[in-house]
């Protein structure tokens, strides 16, 4: 199970930074909106002390940025067989066009080539379901036709199904219950299997006794070649090859460029599993990174999530490159010396909790490069290794990434949400006054401490809840989060200066997870995102639990429903219960507790409150889901002594949306040329 959060801020919530944030940005004429189409704001993000850091550390970035956006092709595949042909077919067509671009037909054209650009693929990022064309497919043939012979697709046939035919592959990761997952799903990581099939030959691989088992499934595709189950290994000379080659290639130019011999072993270990492809080197990889605390800059790089598999064992390919923010870590590394306190007084049975919490390392970081399926939609936080071994023997590295919320921050500004969904002014006040360090903080909580608190019985596989696996782990890490949010021990620390700051997030949470997020949902539809069920699940039931106190209600005031939480400390009491049933599902493997909850509270959606948020949003400007342009790094390079020499490197942020992804599938497409 992946363990990197997809944790989308609350953007729709109009978010305040702090007075000295504040006070630094007021007079910044920096441009955060990019683009706005469909459901979708495109946004930049800032890398503020890019100029401060070494040439060396500068060149380092440049190259594990040049590996980054180099794996690009990996996730569009991964995502569907047919989306890499299908985003050369759009992009030909899009240069090609020689007509009225005002025409009706060429602008939804546009809007639907530039959705498959944000969700790196066909299938909607978030809800899965594929994108629906909104231009006919008289006109897409015309354009087709008129294309030059060298790039006339041969595979037209499906690929104007795969447009047009809302039946066929109609989904990219089924989660609908009774259904077989992997038969249903769109998603390229299984070829010719059943769901039953991929469960039975991965349980004969896996053992009960073994206390270091491999992350089995995260690199490989599982197909039948002459009848036989087989794994397709993501390797140098195995499936991905060519893409796996330059990613190596750039980064061992950034190993000769780490900042100390210790990451340079990173990186070395890292090459070595790209060319094996062995899962113990995927490991002795994760070890080695979990322990590099000392470097400023740092990365990911690999298949490392698996919300894009519908069992939640191939790790999708992704990439972010970061340094730290020396200044604002002070807050984690607050958070993460006191790890073994905040275990030893989780509520939760002693039998769940870590006697020793060891080498939990928590840092507020720059991002410098967003790749793969952290591009353009991106996590806000992140907490790895994945391997629950891994963590208890030597600990877990987790970041929050403050430049990207605080652009969600930037660009929602005066956005009208809080006037027409927060209840009354008390709350709104408070949610302006502490919600952006309280998201923060719930942001730090979830992933330096919850994903890596507790522990599972012996025996326990980790795989045991199988396809709500993602969704449980989200649902434990953010009651962690919220539990520990309205702890005193968060003021004694310094964190907080008003005990009773933690009730704008209280607030924002209860509002998101019965209401608001459903914007992103069509109406008629169920709930699938494990995030979007992880927060659905944790406020209905909180609802219901709290019911016969009236903890939560749910009131209507001049035709509108709002939220009106009555009583704080019995939410935060709720929420110790809610965890202490989701770490004994966790730990003692319970699948069918698990599965009820999430059935129960995280799938199904209340129609007339459905179409009430969907009404009172429509008079709002503001789109569902935002992400993000990469900034651009450029090698200054003078000659001296007749030789040339790197003297800087350049960021730039003018690139708009469109002419990014063109450049990007110019340049770095090693799968499709």
């Known amino acids: 199970m992946s363990i990197i959060s997809k944790i989308l801020p609350s953007a729709v919530i109009a978010l305040t930074l702090s007075s000295n944030a504040m006070a630094t940005n007021q007079n910044d004429n920096f441009n955060y909106v990019v683009d706005r189409f469909a459901d979708i704001e495109v946004l930049r993000y800032k890398v503020p002390g890019f100029e401060q850091l070494s040439l060396q550390q500068k060149q380092l970035i440049y190259h594990l940025t040049e590996a980054a956006i180099t794996g690009r092709d990996i996730i569009w595949d991964q995502n569907c067989k047919y989306n890499l042909e299908l985003r050369s077919l759009l992009e030909n067509i899009y240069l090609n066009y020689k007509g009225d671009r005002d025409n009706d037909d060429f602008k939804a054209f546009e809007t639907y080539l530039k ?14 379901d594929k994108f629906r064309p909104a231009f006919s497919q008289k006109f897409f043939k015309k354009q087709v036709e008129a294309l030059p012979e ?56 896996k053992s009960p006794n073994d206390t270091t088992p491999i992350s089995y499934g995260l690199n490989t595709r599982l197909t039948k070649i002459d009848g036989v189950v087989t794994e397709q290994t993501y390797e140098l000379g195995g499936l991905y090859s060519d893409a796996i080659q330059r990613i190596i290639n750039h980064l061992f130019q950034a190993s000769h460029l780490a900042e100390n011999e210790h990451q340079k072993k990173v990186i070395m270990s890292l090459i070595e599993y790209y060319k094996s492809g062995n899962l113990r080197t995927f490991d002795e990889y994760s070890i080695l990174w979990v322990n590099d ?23 999708a390919w992704e990439s972010i490159v970061n340094f730290k923010n020396i200044e604002a870590s002070q807050r984690t590394e607050i958070i993460s010396d006191n790890a073994q306190w905040f275990e030893d007084n989780s509520p939760i049975d002693p039998r769940f909790r870590k006697a020793e919490v060891k080498g939990v390392s928590a840092k507020v970081i720059t991002a410098a490069i967003l ?15 994945n391997a629950n071994w891994i963590r208890a023997q030597h600990g877990s ?172 400390d019995k939410l935060r009491d709720i929420f110790a219960q809610q965890l202490f049933e989701i770490q004994r599902i966790k730990s003692e493997g319970d699948y069918e507790a698990g599965r009820e909850l999430v059935e129960k509270y995280a799938v199904k959606v209340d129609p007339a409150i459905h179409n009430e948020v969907l009404e009172r949003y429509s008079h709002l400007n503001i789109a569902p889901y935002k992400g993000f342009v990469n900034p651009t790094y450029t090698l200054v390079i003078e000659e001296k002594d007749d030789e040339a020499v790197v003297v800087d490197v350049k960021i730039t942020h003018g690139e708009d949306f469109i002419n990014q992804m063109l450049r990007y599938s110019r340049d770095y497409s090693p799968l499709t040329k």
């Open 293 to 315: 605390t000392q470097s400023q800059v740092d990365f990911i790089n690999g298949f490392i999530e698996s919300y894009g598999d519908p069992l939640g064992m191939t790790g």
């Open 115 to 128: 959705q498959v650009w944000f969700a790196n693929g066909v299938h909607h990022h978030y809800s899965m």
């Open 397 to 568: 590295k987790s970041v929050t990434i403050e430049n990207i919320t605080q652009a969600y921050d930037e660009a929602s500004h005066g956005n009208g949400f809080n006037e027409e969904f927060v209840i009354d002014d008390y709350t709104r006040d408070l949610m302006n006054r502490y919600l952006f360090i309280t998201d923060n903080l719930h942001t730090d909580l979830h992933e330096c401490l919850g994903h890596g608190s507790g522990q599972l019985l012996p025996g326990v596989d980790p795989d045991a809840l199988k396809a709500h696996g993602s969704t449980l782990e989200e649902t434990r890490a953010d009651l962690f989060a919220l539990y520990y949010l309205a702890d005193p021990k968060l003021v004694e620390l310094g964190l907080l200066d008003n005990p009773d700051a933690y009730k704008a997030e209280y607030y924002k949470y209860i509002l998101n997870g019965m209401m608001t997020q459903l914007m992103r949902i069509e109406p008629g539809k169920d709930v699938e995102e494990a995030h979007m069920r992880n927060r659905k699940l944790i406020a209905e039931w909180a609802y219901e639990m709290g019911k016969a106190e009236n903890v939560i209600e749910l009131v209507e005031i001049n035709g509108k429903h709002f939220i009106k939480i009555n009583d704080y």
């Open 150 to 205: 060298a790039q006339q697709p041969q595979n037209i046939e499906v690929l104007t199904q795969l447009i047009f035919d809302p039946e066929f592959m109609p989904k990219r990761v089924n989660q609908a219950e009774g259904e077989d997952l992997i038969v249903t799903s769109a998603c390229n990581l299984y070829d010719g299997v059943t769901q039953a099939e991929v469960e039975e030959y991965y349980a004969k691989l």
């Open 371 to 385: 790749a793969g399926d952290a591009y353009p939609a991106t996590p806000i936080g992140i907490n790895l290794p």
